[in-house]
């Protein structure tokens, strides 16, 4: 894991943005419904009509199942092992439980190996998952390249690999060898969360963003999340808080008030790569007076876990997540195994891409595309 304080810009950068706040009204103010926004569009008035269409796009809910439709029924007798980053992170727990769903309706067996976070942690879990001589292992939400020893070692064994958020694009991959990468595209959900603060602000906004840059697909993701704010010259990024996930409970409450501190009105709009970031920094905004249904107004970049919706649903300090469909890509590395092990390609299939928010959850905690139960059970004749 990475090592250090959170980076923040170069001072001379916090004071030309010092000099444009100064200059320009931001209007920021608490209102039921959310953030509302100074004078529309101030310094970027193409993007900002641009990333409205999208977010309300996005915001609309999917009724339809776009996945497969098709493929081989049930391989019977199966063993697969899940081998998890971490199980504190939410989004890699609920990915498990979507694997460990269903399979059970495969009649295969699971097990769950937590890597605790920690390369070594990672590395030992893998290697045990080798020796169990499993079907096959899913690679939850860690580097492969932490763990090349293992992944040759599993290769040679012909254990097929699956990863969940392991590389930055969806799909099979052949260096790491995986049969295939299960995540939305994460250009789109960088994109859209960035969007968001966007279109929210009007084009004036002071942001963070939060980040592990010790995941490969985190930092892609953050940086394409930087590079879509920076589409917009109202919207200043203030820091850029590289925390390493396992650390996050810890860390996340001291950073948020020394940004506080820092930036005070400045900061109105902040973006993390894991809705958990939110949850530790609540204590800090919620300590230093702050409404949970004011500035900052956060975004998630994945992965809405029900205590994400639940901040969302009662607002409090988080408006809006880009949510992984958790449970149904659980579902998807199931049904992707079972291709593998009928000797049958990857799906191919990648999740659309969906705003959660309190106006459009419906109180729900979780998001999944409709239909996917039902999807699968039929092509698995289960």
């Known amino acids: 894991m990475r090592h250090g304080a959170a980076t923040v810009l170069a001072a001379v950068v916090l004071t030309t943005a010092g000099t444009a706040l100064a200059g320009c009204q931001r209007g920021l103010s608490t209102g039921a419904g959310g953030p509302v ?33 098709s493929g081989p029924g049930a391989v019977p007798g199966k063993s ?79 254990i097929p690999l699956i990863g969940w958020h392991a590389v930055a694009a969806p799909g099979p991959s052949t260096n790491p060898p995986l049969f295939s990468n299960i995540t939305t595209d994460v250009g789109d959900v960088a994109r859209l969360s960035a969007d968001w ?24 993701k953050s940086q394409l999340i930087k590079d879509e704010l920076a589409t917009c010259p109202g919207v200043r990024l203030l820091a850029y808080e590289n925390i390493p996930i396992p650390d996050a409970t810890s860390r996340t409450p001291q950073e948020v008030s020394a940004l506080l501190a820092r930036f005070q009105g400045q900061w109105t709009h902040s973006v993390a790569i894991n809705d958990l970031y939110f949850a530790d920094a609540a204590p800090a905004l919620r300590a230093a007076g702050r409404p949970g249904d004011a500035a900052p107004y956060n975004i998630g970049a994945g992965d809405g876990d029900p205590s994400a919706f639940q901040r969302i649903n009662s607002r409090q300090f988080q408006a809006a997540t880009v949510p992984e469909p958790l449970t149904a890509q659980g579902w998807q590395i199931v049904d992707e195994f079972n291709r593998a092990f009928a000797g049958q390609p990857a799906s191919g299939y990648v999740a659309p891409v969906h705003i959660a928010t309190a106006a459009n959850s419906g109180g729900a905690t979780s998001w999944d595309p409709s239909g996917y139960r039902e999807a699968y059970r039929t092509i698995w004749g289960r």
Request: net charge negative.
């Open 37 to 69: 926004a100074g004078p529309s569009g101030v310094g970027c008035p193409a993007t900002l009509a641009r990333a409205k269409v999208d977010v309300q796009q996005a915001e609309q809910a999917t009724t339809a199942w776009s996945g497969p439709t």
């Open 80 to 158: 697969i092992v899940y081998v998890a980053q971490t199980m504190t992170n939410p989004g890699v727990a609920g990915v498990a439980r979507g694997v460990t769903e269903a399979a059970t309706i495969m009649g295969w067996s699971v097990r769950v190996i937590d890597g605790q976070g920690t390369p070594a942690g990672i590395q030992a879990a893998l290697g045990q998952a080798v020796n169990l001589g499993p079907s096959g292992i899913v690679i939850g939400g860690f580097d492969p390249g932490l763990t090349s020893q293992q992944v040759a070692q599993a290769g040679t064994a012909h």
């Open 197 to 220: 603060v966007i279109a929210e602000s009007n084009g004036n906004a002071g942001a963070v963003v939060f980040t592990d840059d010790s995941v490969p697909f985190a930092r892609t």
